[in-house]
């Protein structure tokens, strides 16, 4: 055709399943010599489900009563964990109490009042205080154990329960991982807000053992600064409200699509519109072809 080749690379690309913004994104794709991917969501399908409801002795509840309140906290949240929270509530058929004054902290989790009580769902490290409660730290350390991701609940500040929530590796997340150490001669960094455990658990699976954990959303925007600092010219993956800033920082994000947050699929260079992952090494490999046709 007698298109340009960066134009003709976005079209090559669009066919793949990954819609470029502009033709300097695949000319930046070229580019790329490293890869830090996002796990909840990128690396697994972002459909995690609920495995384990304990509630805490004298907390009052149980099991149907610690997800119901987990449930309408997380209601207005579009992150993955939240929305397995909902999900399992409903399967249940449990009534959800609506929730006021709903906020969300990246990285961190949700705050809601429902039933007059103020009500924290979300990392057990990052909201506490788990520590001046061994009974609930031991639950905690006992999911993490098996690499569930162990969601704490607080109510009026007071532990009173943990759910276990279990996510799958996407199909594809190995065979993308081994092309993209390929492509780029180092294998894909991991890069997650859950914790270690089940994170390394997860990584061990694909061939990734560059993992940094319990990062927040600045942690993940710190982590490529550092990269790009030595020379290096990243890639991100991601999906969340959380990896929004990582995503801004790198020399080209992309975003998972489907499961995406708004904030991601605006802050991001390219979208993945087809629901797999193994377009991102497709692209990389098809925009360098491009860079040496206009070179
Ligand atoms: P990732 O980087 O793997 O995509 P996030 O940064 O989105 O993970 O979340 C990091 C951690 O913060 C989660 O593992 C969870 O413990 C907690 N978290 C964040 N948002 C929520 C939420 N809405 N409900 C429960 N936990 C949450
Ligand atoms: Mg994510």
New binding site residues.
Partial sequence: STMPPLLSAIANAGRHGVLAKSAVVMERLGQVDAVAL?????LTTGTPHVTDIRPRPGSGLDEEGLLALAAAA?HP?E?P??RS?VRAAHERHLTLDEASGFT?E?????TAVVGGHTVQ??????LGPVGGDPETGGVVRALEDEGR???LVLRDGAPVGVLGVADRLRSDAKSTVTALAELTGRPPVL?????ERA?RRLAAEVGITDVRAG?L?QD?VAAVREWEAQGRRVLVV??????APALAAAHVGIAMGKAGSDLALETADAVVVRDELATIPAVVALSRKARRLVA
Wanted: glycine share 18%.
């Fill in positions: 996002d796990k909840t969501g990128t997380e949240s992150h964990l939240a929270l969300s990246p990285g961190r989790g949700v769902v979300g990392s057990p490290a990052r991701t162990a969601v890069l997650t807000g859950d914790n994170a990062l959303p993940k991601g999906d969340g409200v959380n990896d």
